[in-house]
């Protein structure tokens, strides 16, 4: 069974770090393209990031780009979503997923339960 | 950049009905559009890949069909567990975005 266990979120000032991880097992990790998507409460959803199965190409969203890191160690099976310089406006649930296909991407098969992050003085 | 522009924001309608969403882009995005189905509280789930593919295990009451710039999502008759939000989400190589989300509702 695929699973995806994202941890890390809390309370951070604005203008802080966060480094949130995502646990996987039940699939072969290395294998596959994986996503952050947040929500902030109330809204749709917004794509964060993106990672290939190596971790050679990475995409972010613009709102993103220069602060938020996107990596993964294919050893441990896990993925990360570095985050710093954060304000109000990121806060909301993240989630990790995976593609559905080893060939596709975006095509968010499985995801993770997410976990809230609120950025606040 | 593309826009997804997502409709209704929210409907409410009856069991056993035909209910209907849209999904508009700003440029021709061939067939590169999925569909997903929140429950409160719950991960998004796919249902639909590449504009009409149902996904393996969903309903068949599930449908979409679309290309180019138009797409819809029907649902034939719709049931109580058939309550949340749906998204499009539209992608490409190196970017996704998703549309603003349908909320349905049992009337």
């Known amino acids: 069974e695929v699973r995806l266990v994202e941890s890390g979120g809390g309370l951070v000032k604005p203008g802080g770090s966060l480094r949130l991880s995502c646990a996987a097992s039940?699939?072969?990790?290395?294998?596959?393209?994986l996503t952050w998507v947040r929500q902030a409460p109330g809204k749709t959803l917004e794509w964060v990031a993106t990672i290939d199965s190596s971790g050679s190409h990475l995409y972010y969203a613009d709102p993103m780009k220069g602060r938020f890191i996107i990596s993964r160690d294919n050893a441990k099976n896990s993925l990360f979503l570095q985050m710093s310089s954060l304000r109000a406006e990121d806060t909301a649930v993240y989630y990790c997923?995976?593609?559905?296909?080893?060939?596709?991407?975006?095509?968010?098969?499985?995801w993770g339960q997410g976990t809230p992050v609120t950025v606040s003085s | 950049d593309i826009q997804m522009t997502q409709s209704p924001s929210s409907l409410s309608a009856s069991v056993g009905d035909r209910v209907t969403i849209t999904c508009q882009a700003s440029?021709?995005?061939?067939?590169?559009l999925n569909w997903y189905q929140q429950k409160p509280g719950k991960a998004p789930k796919l249902l639909i890949y590449d504009a009409s593919d149902l996904e393996t295990g969903v309903p068949s009451r599930f449908s979409g069909s679309g290309s180019g710039t138009n797409f819809s999502f029907t649902i034939s008759s719709l049931q109580p567990e058939d309550i949340g939000t749906y998204y499009c989400q539209q992608y490409d190589n190196f970017a996704c975005i998703f549309g603003g989300g349908t909320k349905v509702e049992i009337k």
């Open positions: 997923a995976r593609d559905l296909r080893v060939s596709s991407r975006f095509l968010l098969g499985f």
């Open positions: 039940g699939f072969s990790f290395d294998y596959y393209t």
């Open positions: 440029q021709d995005i061939r067939n590169y």
